[in-house]
């Protein structure tokens, strides 16, 4: 006894790909029956269990704090001895080949603050279940592999909770004695339980409906609180457009006749595809002008978007098991990408999308935690829902539909979904519908699934005047990455043009692949050396390193009929002068110079890409460009520029500021682009030092009918110390504090902020009146902005790092989820000077010496330090 006391805390256990192994029972049908309560909700659950092949194993149903108050068995009550806890886990002994398992739990919603399970949010009752929260309502085996048919009834109080939903059909409803009323919700198609969701509260529905291709009709809802009605127009809209999109482009229909939307405050992520009930983080439903920028309402579509289309990839076909992750969200992330591009603008898009990728994911794989598409091991399921597996994932399916074709690529999609509707499949399903349906061999390709890191490209390219012929020879390397020392050459599709300079005319676009560590492309017929536009359209997620002079991206900038690369060129030129000029080398500002101009001048430009173009790489993405990221030369380098660029065209930048005012609010493409290039405008005019920068930002605060501007012109005034900047956070404080996806707001823009007292006060923040750790959504605003501030949270001070820490430690007993998402910039220590790095490192040892640290922070940590 006294030595299992002095034992030391449990390692958590590492899950591996190879143990996979088919489940021993199945559950063919569930009913659940829940008696809700904040306080104290009764769950009855009632599985018709099948064994699953010739074993003697006993059953095991997967449990997270959860007490069985009863169990049965082909409706005799077990004793207690017969059966026993595991691990949290339910294990009872069975004796024949089916049988009828009944279990009864209580829980308390209201103290449910991880928000896994049920739990209560702002007076609803909501849950999540996504990866392994269906164990904290019943139990069960929680795993995606076993399918079931939900049958739920609900009873609660009918005023505190009017509007009770669940997946599927409503069947029937009534009132009950004592104020209660009850529903029943059947869904018929059977689903893993990670897509069981069930809302109970005082919702108001904006209803709409959908007829489908095949003439079905599909009562849309979406529920929010009542105040939040006239905000859910533009969710609406996007729902409907994604549900034509999908038939369109995929020819998938919807399949249930009720799809219902619930948009909670209290959520761990965006939000979750539960089969016929989705239920959104409320900054991904909500949105009007007065609240919500452009950004926004994108955010708003673009997840719409992803989480309608799940219904075909993640529920009709789901993964097999948590390390096919991708499976379903590459593909989906994949899917909204292009459904917001043809709602938009495909280039801005694109250079969106990219700059995600590059922010997120290319930093992921630089660093300890990087892991392949498809993961081999892991210790907590929630730590590995990142930009790897969701917007690296995308990527892989974008080069096999690049290199499919769209005919041959959708014919593989047929194919998948054909072949494995109502099943859980893998990563590997999906590549050989694409092989099978696409007539393509992948092979090689499917190494992209399996080794981590970010493959190098080198290019070079030589030109053979007396021959007329071209030479590009291409290298790759694929970095060591923790577990994978050694990589193994990838395939790599490179969209390539060679650009004759006289003309300004390219010979057309040539798809290379590179298979092989280096290869040679020839190219004939040339009378002049052409310059070298490479994977246009970021056509593969690599980086690419090419010799090309400063004259030949400045060429690029202004004829390279490929938007993307048209934008990487101008942002390569910048790149190479600030890096040049943190590294002490004379550099050509004047090159940067003439192509903003020359790109801000061309009227035959979509206003939002030149927005996007003549914006200076952020001090992350020139840090990553560094052996050792040194923060405060970056911040020195790129202020010093965007001063220079401000002042040097500050009539540009008024003449821009004042032409884009526009004479009121639109969505339109081009009211939106001229917003985004007004903003930038604003920012090169106040960093140009001129007298009246800050009045004419506070002006654009003061007279923007639209949060686009509101936020910008307060985010450019935050950025400097003036009367201005006070007045402006004053009031947008006063005139937002009740609205609490607005508030975050005004969290974050001062969490962003270029001002070197920014540390100090995300400190003295944290300890605002409305700053709660209970809230994802603000706990973000203000630490995940603050972390997403280079040049601040890397003060030499150490201060940042300390705060940081200090979440991580209070949050982690709250809601674990949230805390480990805060490890990974701490985890970064190796790309640092030495002082900083051991600074990093002590805050990581210091939160990994907490006792009763939970799995996701133990893993995101001791993986940080080794
Ligand atoms: N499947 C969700 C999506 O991508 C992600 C998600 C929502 C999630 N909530 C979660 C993942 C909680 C893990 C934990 O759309
Ligand atoms: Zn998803």
Redesign the pocket.
Known sequence: MADMQSSPAAVPTIIRREDYRPPDWLVPAIDLDFDLDAAATQVKATLGVSRNGAHDRPLRLDGDDLTPLRVSVDGQILEEGQWHLDAGALVIPLTGDTHQIETLVELTPAENSKL?GLYASGGLLCT?C??E?FRRITFFPDRPDILSRYSVHMTADKQLYPVLLANGDPVGQGDLPGGRHWARWTDPFPKPCYLFALVAGDLACNADRFVTMSGREVALGIWVKEADLPRTAHAMQALKNSMAWDERVYGREYDLDVFNIVAVAD???????NKGLNIFNSRYILADPDTATDVDYDGVEG?VA??YF?NWS?NRVTCRDWFQLSL??GF?VFRDQNFSADMGSHAVKRIEDVRILRGAQFQEDQGPLAHPVRPESYME??NF?TATI?NKGAELIRMMALMLGPERFRAGTDLYFERHDGQAATCEDFVIAMEEGGGIDLRQFRLWYEQAGTPRVRALLAYDAAAGRATLTLEQSVPPTPGQADKEPMAIPLRTALFDPASGQSGGDHLLLLTEERQNFIFEGLSAAPILSINRGFSAPVIVETDRSQADLAFLSAHDDDPFARYEAMQQLMVNVLVGKIAGQPVDEDAVLAAIRNTAADSALDPAFVAEAIRLPSEAYLGDQMAIVDPDAIHAARDGLQSRIGSELETLWRDIHARTKANGFSLSAAAKGARKLRNTALLYLAASGAEDGASVAFDQFDQADNMTERQAALATLANGTSVERDAALDIFYQRYRSDALTLDKWFQTQAFAFHADTVDLVQELAHHQDFSLGNPNRVRSLYGAFTGNQWAFHHPSGKGYRLVADCVIALDKLNP?TAARLVPPLGRWKRFDAQRAGMMRAELQRILAEPGLSKDVTEQVSKSLE
């Open positions: 896994m999540q996504e990866a929260g959520f761990n992520f965006g939000a979750m595809e997840v992803h989480e799940h993640g379903k969200e989906t399921i929630s829902y969701y989820q």
